[in-house]
């Protein structure tokens, strides 16, 4: 896992998982909390940018459920987090999910290849821009780092269902959960999706 943040945004250290646990749980024990992101929320119209030249939008999705992860190239937790999005993507392709990877460190446009080919990633990546990813991510970079990578699930009608930063419990069984995250939001009627308060 690895964090971005105010401070270490350029520097972009590597962190054991145990070391990120410890780190967010000081962030959490210092007057400075991390602030939450609001979920269910609309789905901001990010553009990812392919190494080709084409641009994705991620309205493109609506009508399909999309697993969308925010990564960063050098992040080794991050290649299996995309290992994972490849390994559940086939059983729910044709009920009408869809996946998306996003790098935002600096680096990526020359390391997205062999990111793509180290984690088998079938699916489309590219790149984002990082101050447009943060504002998608609700992320406020005085509030503490921000932690890869950032698994997001966007409903049908393009809301913000899930969202989970790299050192969140969802990540200890990262295969179940998405799969469970994914027959939720299947199970649901289209026309619901979305419409939760």
């Known amino acids: 896992m690895r964090r971005v943040g105010y401070i270490e945004r350029n520097s972009m250290d590597r962190l054991s998982r145990r070391q990120a646990l410890m780190a967010g749980v000081a962030a959490a024990l210092t007057p400075r909390m991390l602030k939450a992101a609001k979920v269910p929320r609309p789905a901001l119209d990010l553009v990812v940018s392919r190494t080709g030249g084409e641009q994705i939008r991620l309205s493109q999705y609506r009508g399909k459920i999309l697993?969308?992860?925010?990564?960063?190239?050098?992040?080794?937790?991050?290649e299996r987090c995309a290992s994972t999005v490849q390994k559940v993507l086939p059983d729910y392709r044709l009920r009408g999910v869809e996946a998306l990877g996003a790098a935002i460190n600096d680096e990526a446009r020359?390391?997205?290849?062999?990111?793509?080919?180290?984690t088998g990633a079938k699916f489309p990546m590219g790149i984002a821009d990082r101050n447009k990813a943060y504002e998608f991510l609700q992320a406020?970079?005085?509030a503490?780092?921000?932690?890869?990578?950032?698994?997001?699930?966007?409903?049908?009608?393009?809301?913000?269902?899930g969202q989970y930063a790299g050192v969140d419990r969802?990540?200890?069984?990262e295969e179940e959960n998405l799969r469970?995250?994914?027959?939720?939001?299947?199970?649901?009627?289209?026309?619901?999706?979305?419409?939760?308060?």
């Open 67 to 78: 697993i969308f992860e925010l990564l960063l190239t050098t992040c080794q937790h991050c």
């Open 110 to 118: 020359f390391d997205l290849l062999r990111f793509e080919m180290a």
């Open 140 to 142: 406020d970079l005085n």
């Open 144 to 161: 503490g780092p921000v932690y890869f990578p950032q698994l997001i699930l966007i409903d049908r009608k393009g809301m913000i269902r």
């Open 170 to 173: 969802f990540f200890e069984r």
């Open 180 to 197: 469970r995250m994914l027959d939720t939001l299947l199970a649901e009627p289209a026309s619901a999706q979305g419409t939760k308060k």
